[in-house]
């Protein structure tokens, strides 16, 4: 069955655009106007994935990805934001509540249909049998896709759940911005590298006992970040 891609946008032009591309590349395509019919689209569809503007009438896109991820039944969906807003505060804000990846307009609607697959490959690609990484209190179930921090279950969203796998994987390696976001990500471009910090800090809002000090995600100065090795 295809995967089912939501589209929202007030521009019906890029309506059409979008879902005329994600279709020839083999998705079934979803569209939404306004903020309120796509947070009504995404409860009764369940789309694969939301290609989401944050200039929207009524709810915008923050509010829309603010709704998604406080919902535990929808909240690992991955958004793709798609917005002529291009200061890095708007990314980073958009990031922080909980976003996956941005493209600003004017965009290549080719790279849309690239970024929606490595977003999926992301959410849902094939893990060995029974992967299981672990260190301290943190427990990365790569099968199920499932974080436990000390027991507890912990939504992630697909670039966090890439980005922990990554470090876990590699513990105590001091990760440049750009090599943590090629290892995770399976790709890199251009302006990621600004807001990486803000993934990592919504991290750390959900895995560190204290975030202002944290216990498995070390900032290296100069670097980048690696996490600290825990024996359980």
């Known amino acids: 069955m295809a995967q089912r891609i939501l589209v929202v946008d007030d521009d019906r032009q890029i309506l059409r655009l979008v879902s005329t591309y994600l279709s020839q590349a083999g998705f079934t395509t979803l569209t939404a106007e306004t903020g309120d019919a796509a947070m009504h689209a995404i409860r009764r569809e369940k789309p694969d994935l939301v290609v989401l503007d944050l200039m929207l009438p009524g709810h915008d896109g923050w509010d829309v990805v603010r709704w998604l991820r406080a919902d535990p039944t929808l909240s690992a ?5 798609l917005t002529a807003k291009v200061e890095d505060e708007d990314k980073i804000l958009g990031l922080e509540l909980g976003a996956d990846d941005y493209l600003t307009k004017p965009f290549n609607p080719r790279e849309v249909v690239a970024r929606v697959r490595a977003l999926l490959r992301r959410a849902g690609g094939p893990a060995p049998a029974a992967h299981i990484l672990q260190s301290g209190g943190l427990r990365l179930d790569v099968d199920g896709h499932v974080l436990q921090v000390d027991g507890a279950p912990v939504d992630l969203t697909p670039t966090e759940f890439a980005l922990l796998k990554a470090l876990i994987e590699n513990p105590n390696h001091a ?7 090629e290892r995770a990500l399976g790709y890199s471009y251009e302006g990621f590298e600004r807001t990486l910090d803000s993934h990592i800090k919504n991290l750390r809002r959900k895995i560190e006992p204290d975030p202002s000090k944290p216990r498995y995600i070390e900032t290296v100065f100069g670097v980048g970040y690696r996490l600290a090795e825990e024996t359980t």
């Open 175 to 181: 990760f440049t911005r750009g090599e943590l976001i």
């Open 77 to 81: 969906t991955p958004v793709l934001m």
